[in-house]
């Protein structure tokens, strides 16, 4: 048996295919892009090397526009974690107690995370159309013209428009993990507390979340680390419009390689975001150890 | 963790050099590929074509694979001039497989922009002249025409040729071209007393002023898409400054700080701020507000020529005028001088095989569609015509007489300048129309960005 | 951790773990909550599939949002026929189930390696494939790109499955690992008595054994790839190889005046999975807990 499992060569030829494919998408493109983001180049010319001016212009350039961009996408994460990860809590915590239906709310709550987002945000557009969307729609209907907006293409209400969907449609989700760990609270521990007379906030407060604390990281990584990298409903919505209002860094980085040809820059972000998604999930563990601790 | 690092740099030079490998070995295949078909058939058809390009019907089990890529998809206006240009040449080359593959017009610029990356272009494809093109000029990935352009040259005027002109070499032909032009629903003017388009610019207020009253609409104009607002401001800054001091701006012969200019910025800011703008227009995208034009919601649309065959099709050309816009500063501008030229173009990859019969085909393909377009009414003709033009539609015509008796063109900015430059100047052009920056902002920003 | 939570999902919910008690005003508030913000998810797809069956002058004012009063299925055949639907359907069923064979078939074998055998670093290892999970797509996106076009694979379904595959990989693994640790070693023993060497445990112990695994793992991949936009967009530009968002996201430009055909596009591309989801939802559920929570 031993021998068996420790044959060099078989555990090089079970892991080679993963160990591969790892490697080449994930990893070397990392590398790559580290690398090209000193370089000028349009894709299919010559490469120039620059040294660090990309990340220098990248900062300092008000055409590119990148603290805006990177800002928008830091107060998306902000959001994230205190708006959409409390509704999330606040409904987990009331459908984990054990009511009625409970299973069937969850299913519909998940809906939205299902969906594409490329769907969502087309639904979304249609929902914003300043002639004929149902949000204005409905505002006329009630009396309230003077409320209506060309949502997506003001710039005071294209950010906050175009947050709304995308803070929407993963609440569905973080709900879900967080009923899910609510679940695996140990009755008895629900049950001693109330025989001590504690009542449902307190059985919250001081059972149910400090349980649920791993879940709570979690979420909080994926909803912040999510809205740095946010593209598709921005880009389906907005795409980044109107004069980079609602412009994100991946936005952006597909703008400069895409459009302005300059897959130097456009490197140069795509490392940047890379950075910044590692060392805000190493913050938020921290974070979370130092309450544990 | 320092083995580890440096362990992955390792893996990471050996799989990028892996890479490179590949690529050339992928080369090396495809060229092999090549070389032997090129052997069997197209190396000397090649060498024949240029002693007797008549005679390659002689060998018709020996056709030469030609392959184009444009942006006619079914639902492009210029879709039928394509079919019936390709229906000619396939009957008159007989010797040539032609095969053609339309891409819509977004996706088209990044899978032209891939293929020249990889070296894998067809043989023609269809690219837009000045600075589109030149990139791939620049990159060495495009066929110098020049030797070709020769024999076509009495039916191709120089002046055509300007847009594919780079270190004094020819690398492409072009199709139709297109100008920017104001059109007006006759309708609505009626209505506060007008029965034609007003051909001054006193008179152009006046009568915004009278639509404004009257709760119409003047103009419509997508900010979604902001070429579309180029097409405004562009023709308003002309009409302001002057064609020549625009064309130099474009060309980076002059700085972008010029008072003109900013004059004109600020009376295209003047005319949204009276209201002349449907506000809605900023979410709207170009389609949504040519729809809104043909439904007669607004009084006034600028936008490209190539819009008069929607136009007539949509059954509106008979109160539909188009008309040059007005001169604003009579002083530095004339009535003539127009937005636009020839920009659709094809062009012949160094890399194709038989790329002196690519480029021979190239023009005739580039004379039939651009008579077939031109009949269409998608623009007018790059090609001096040599047929019946009296079943064009009237709008096309007009603006065939507008283009006769212009005395200079400038180029649409983001086509002049390269794609870079383009969107900077795209961004501050977005910002003129939400009223973010004024005039002096404008030039001094894109003295600042661009120069 | 995660075991205890995926279980707790899995298990039938005991409705009467908590005793009953008298009908309160504050439960009304509850499930009135409850079912506000259940119309607030639902309604969006009501919307949806009432005007892909409207005409512009319903849609645009008559009748926003009642059912359509006249049920226009015409809409449907112009998104078939004209928007391409049916191909870009088809093209994601490709690119999805390739993907999800490919991350199956290389996972186990990578599990196996990692769980079964002995050796040194296979912890490390592991730890590396589970960097897999926070490395954000965009990071490859100009490499990939720019690799592909020179090995001339982009517009080709390849230029989707592989990069789907690797980004698939890190959560794969660590299912995989979930249930492979499971499996008792006597198993593999007694398949080594009756002589079978590394590869037949693999492919006659183990792989039949983690059926479960291939369900959680196929339905996260499976949605990875159906849903995906942004390597869709830049990697694929032909129409023949295009996927649904991307599919979906052209015809609406291309029919920007147009909602009716557009909304059936929008409900073809969307009611596969949600039909899917009614029938398997807490599978659904489970497997998209599994994949967020390492435990």
Do not use: C, H, M
């Given at each position: 048996m031993k021998k068996v499992y420790s044959n060099k060569l078989t555990i090089f030829l079970f892991i080679l295919p993963a160990l591969l494919l790892f490697l080449l998408i994930l990893v070397a493109p990392i590398f790559m892009s580290f690398y090209y983001s000193f370089f000028n180049w349009n894709g299919f010319g010559k490469k120039e090397f620059i040294g660090i001016s990309n990340y220098i212009e990248l900062f300092t350039s008000g055409s590119i526009g990148f603290p805006k961009a990177l800002g928008n996408a830091l107060l998306l994460a902000v959001l994230s974690v205190g708006i959409q990860l409390p509704i999330a809590l606040g409904f987990a915590l009331l459908l984990g107690k054990?009511?009625?239906?409970e299973r069937g709310f969850l299913s519909i709550y998940f809906i939205p995370v299902l969906i594409s987002t490329v769907i969502i945000g087309q639904l979304w557009l249609k929902i914003y159309n300043p002639s004929y969307g149902i949000l204005n729609v409905a505002l006329r209907a009630l009396g309230l013209d003077k409320l209506t907006r060309i949502w997506l293409g003001d710039i005071k209400t294209a950010l906050g428009a175009a947050f709304v969907p995308i803070l929407w449609q993963y609440v569905g989700y973080h709900m879900l993990l967080m009923y899910a760990g609510i679940k695996s609270v140990p009755t008895e521990y629900r049950e001693a507390a109330m025989i001590d007379g504690a009542r449902e906030g307190q059985i919250n407060r001081y059972i149910v979340l400090p349980y649920i604390k791993p879940i709570l990281k979690i979420s909080t990584i994926f909803a912040v680390t999510g809205s740095l990298k946010s593209f598709d409903l921005i880009y389906v919505l907005t795409n980044g419009g109107p004069l980079h209002a609602t412009e994100v860094p991946s936005t952006l980085m597909i703008s400069m390689l895409?459009?302005?040809?300059r897959y130097g820059m456009g490197s140069t972000i795509a490392f940047l975001l890379i950075i910044l998604c590692f060392a805000f999930a190493l913050i938020i563990g921290r974070i979370f150890k130092d309450k544990e601790g | 963790m320092k083995k580890v690092i440096a362990l992955l740099l390792t893996v990471v030079m050996i799989v990028s050099s892996l890479v490179a490998c590949g690529k050339d070995s992928g080369n090396n295949n495809g060229g092999n590929a090549g070389n032997t078909s090129g052997n069997t058939s197209g190396g000397s058809n090649s060498g024949s074509s240029e002693t007797n390009s008549g005679g390659s019907n002689t060998s018709s089990d020996e056709k030469i694979n030609l392959t184009m890529w444009c942006i006619a998809t079914e639902s492009d206006s210029n879709r039928h001039a394509y079919e019936a240009a390709i229906a000619d040449l396939k009957a008159a080359h007989p010797e040539i497989n032609f095969t053609w593959e339309a891409t819509q017009n977004q996706e088209y610029k990044t899978k032209i922009k891939a293929a020249v990356a990889a070296n894998e272009m067809p043989d023609i494809f269809f690219t837009w002249s000045c600075a589109f093109l030149g990139d791939f000029v620049d990159a060495g990935r495009v066929y110098c025409v020049d030797e070709v352009y020769k024999k076509y040259a009495s039916e191709l005027p120089e002046v055509m040729m300007g847009n594919v002109k780079y270190d004094g070499k020819y690398y492409g032909a072009p199709l139709t071209m297109n100008i920017v032009a104001m059109f007006t629903n006759l309708d609505l003017l009626k209505e506060v007393g007008?029965?034609?388009?007003?051909?001054?610019y006193e008179e152009l207020i006046k009568c915004c002023d009278a639509l404004v009253a009257k709760g119409i609409i003047p103009f419509g104009c997508s900010g979604k898409e902001t070429w579309c607002v180029t097409e405004y401001l562009e023709s308003i800054i002309e009409k302001t400054a002057g064609a020549s001091v625009l064309n130099d701006i474009f060309a980076g012969k002059a700085t972008w700080k010029n008072d003109d200019v900013a004059k004109g910025v600020e009376i295209f800011q003047e005319m949204i701020k009276k209201g002349?703008?449907?506000?809605?227009g900023m979410a709207l995208s170009n389609d949504e507000v040519k729809a809104n034009f043909i439904a007669g919601k607004y009084a006034f649309y600028m936008n490209g020529t190539w819009n008069c065959a929607d136009f007539y099709n949509a059954g509106i050309a008979d109160k539909i005028q188009v008309a040059e816009f007005p001169v604003i500063d009579s002083s530095k501008s004339k009535m003539g001088e127009l937005i636009g030229g020839p920009s659709d173009t094809l062009a012949v990859a160094a890399s194709s095989k038989n790329a002196e019969k690519a480029a021979e085909i190239t023009f005739e393909l580039a004379r039939s569609i651009c008579k077939y377009g031109y009949l269409d009414g998608n623009g007018l003709p790059a090609w001096t015509p040599n047929y019946d033009t009296s079943s064009i539609n009237p709008l096309t015509q007009t603006v065939a007489d507008i283009v006769a008796k212009s005395s200079q063109m400038v180029l649409f900015g983001d086509t002049a300048m390269s794609a870079d430059k383009a969107n900077i100047y795209l961004d501050y052009v977005s910002q003129i129309y939400a009223s973010a920056i004024d005039g002096k902002q404008f030039v001094d920003g894109l003295a600042k960005d661009i120069q | 951790m995660s075991k205890d939570i995926i279980n707790a999902v899995n298990?039938?919910?005991?409705?009467?773990?908590i005793p009953a008690r008298k009908f309160k005003v504050k439960e009304v508030w509850v499930y009135f909550i409850f079912i506000f913000w259940a119309l607030i998810n639902l309604f969006p797809v009501y919307w949806m599939f009432t005007f892909s069956l409207k005409s512009n002058t319903e849609i645009f004012?008559?009748?926003?949002?009642?059912?359509?009063?006249?049920?226009?299925w015409s809409n449907y055949e112009r998104a078939l026929k004209v928007g391409n639907i049916g191909r870009y359907f088809f093209n994601s069923v490709v690119v999805a189930v390739s993907t999800i064979a490919i991350v199956m078939f290389i996972s186990l074998m990578a599990t196996f390696a990692l769980t079964r055998f002995f050796w040194k670093g296979r912890k490390r290892m592991n730890q590396f494939f589970m960097l897999g999970l926070t490395i954000p797509i965009h990071a490859s996106i100009v490499p990939i790109y720019v690799t592909l076009s020179r090995l001339g694979l982009l517009n080709t379904y390849f230029a989707l499955i592989i990069p789907y595959s690797a980004f698939s990989l890190a959560m794969a693994i660590l299912v995989c690992t979930g249930f492979m640790q499971e499996l008792p070693m006597e198993l593999d023993e007694a398949a080594c008595i009756d002589g079978c060497g590394a590869w037949g445990i693999f492919f006659r112990i183990i792989v039949p054994l983690m059926k479960p695994a291939v369900a959680t793992v196929s339905i996260y991949t499976f949605l990875q790839c159906w849903n995906e936009l942004m390597f869709a967009n830049i990697f694929i530009s032909d129409s023949v190889h295009k996927t649904l968002p991307v599919g979906v996201q052209a015809l609406s430009g291309q029919y920007m005046t147009e909602w009716g055909p557009v909304g059936a596009a929008l409900v073809l591309a969307t009611f596969p999975t949600l039909i899917f989801y009614a029938f398997f939802s807490k599978k659904i559920q489970a497997s998209f807990i599994a994949g967020a929570i390492k435990g």
């Open positions: 054990g009511r009625k239906g895409f459009l302005r040809n | 007008y029965d034609q388009a007003p051909t001054t002349y703008f449907d506000p809605e | 298990n039938d919910i005991r409705k009467d773990s004012g008559e009748n926003v949002a009642g059912l359509p009063r006249e049920w226009l």
